[in-house]
């Protein structure tokens, strides 16, 4: 089986609009079963998304969290000062 032309932006949806979203549907509108032009088609589409990138949100939420807990835990194994810690922040541009 062969990709969609433009899979690549739909892998990476969360980084695209709507707009183009529809556009790739449409370039490969005779191998889906359904019409990407139609107002319900578009109106499913714009929710699953809208719902989709709330999670996404969430997750990266608490992937940030996660990381800079993991990344304290980390300086206080190593004991290092606070001048090091900025020293690190700044190597790889942490906040």
Same mark, same amino acid.
């Given at each position: 089986?062969?990709?969609? *032309? ?12 709507? &707009? ?19 107002? =319900? ?27 800079? &807990?993991?990344?304290? *835990?980390?300086?206080?194994?190593? &004991? ?9 922040? =700044? &190597?790889?541009?942490?906040?």
């Amino acid at each position: 089986m062969t990709a969609l *032309q433009g899979s690549t932006i739909l892998r990476a949806y969360d980084s695209h609009g709507l &707009e183009d979203l529809l556009a790739v549907m449409r370039r490969n509108r005779a191998r889906l079963s359904r019409d990407p032009d139609s107002r =319900a088609f578009r109106e499913e589409l714009q929710r699953e998304l809208s719902k989709s990138l709330d999670r996404l949100g969430d997750l990266r939420g608490t992937l940030d969290a996660d990381e800079t &807990e993991a990344e304290r *835990q980390v300086y206080e194994l190593y &004991e290092l000062p606070n001048s090091h810690r900025a020293m690190v922040d =700044a &190597e790889f541009d942490r906040h």
